[in-house]
C-alpha cells in the first residue's frame, strides 16, 4: 500500500512538472518566434533604409560626450513629443507604414530640418522596435544624400526603460 501511494505520488509530481515545463516551452517558443518575426522585420528596414543603427547606451553616451548631432524624434506631437522625448531631440512626425515617396511639402520640411551638412550626425527614434516612424525618416535622410544617419531602434520606451532623462514640453 506504501508502495503504492509513493508510485502515485511520483506519477503526479512528474505530470505536473512535464505539464508546467510543457507550458512554459510553449510560451518560451511562442515569445521567441514574435521576438524573430520583429527581429526579421527590423533586419529588412535597416537593409532596405541603408542607415546604421545606435544602441539605447550608445545614444546615452554621445549625448554625455556632448557629440554635434541631430535627434529626431518621429512621433506624434501631442501624443508622444510633449509628453517625452529624449533631451534635446526636434519633432518631425513620420507616417507608419513605410513612405515610398514623400510629398514635396514633406520633402522640403526633411531637408530643412537636417540642413546643408550631408555629413552631420543624425539619429531618428520612435516609440519602440516595432515602430516604422523612425525607419521612415532615416531611409528618407539617407535618400536625400545624408551620409551619418542612424535609427535608435529601442526608441523613447528604451530610453525611459534604461531610466535615462527625458524632456516634457510645458
Not at 90 to 96: D, H
Not at 143 to 160: D, E, M, T
Request: proline share 5%.
Amino acid at each position: 500500500m506504501e508502495c503504492k501511494r509513493s508510485l502515485w505520488s511520483v506519477l503526479i509530481a512528474a505530470l505536473l512538472v512535464f505539464s508546467l515545463a510543457g507550458g512554459a516551452m510553449a510560451a518560451w517558443g511562442t515569445k521567441e518566434l514574435d521576438t524573430e518575426k520583429i527581429a526579421v522585420a527590423f533586419a529588412g528596414e535597416v537593409q532596405r533604409g541603408e542607415y546604421k543603427v545606435v544602441t539605447t547606451q550608445e545614444l546615452k553616451s554621445w549625448i554625455d560626450q556632448k557629440r554635434p548631432m541631430l535627434i529626431v524624434d518621429t512621433m506624434p506631437f501631442e501624443a508622444s513629443y510633449k509628453k517625452q522625448h529624449v533631451p534635446g531631440a526636434v519633432q518631425m512626425e513620420f507616417p507608419i507604414p513605410e513612405m515610398t515617396k514623400p510629398d514635396d511639402k514633406t520633402k522640403a520640411v526633411l531637408e530643412t530640418l537636417l540642413g546643408p551638412d550631408k555629413n552631420r550626425l543624425i539619429v531618428f527614434y520612435c516609440g519602440f522596435v516595432k515602430c516604422t516612424r523612425s525607419h521612415n525618416g532615416a531611409m528618407w535622410a539617407v535618400k536625400l544624400g545624408y551620409k551619418n544617419v542612424f535609427r535608435h531602434p529601442g526608441g523613447i520606451k528604451a530610453w525611459a526603460e534604461a531610466d535615462y532623462p527625458v524632456e516634457q514640453v510645458k
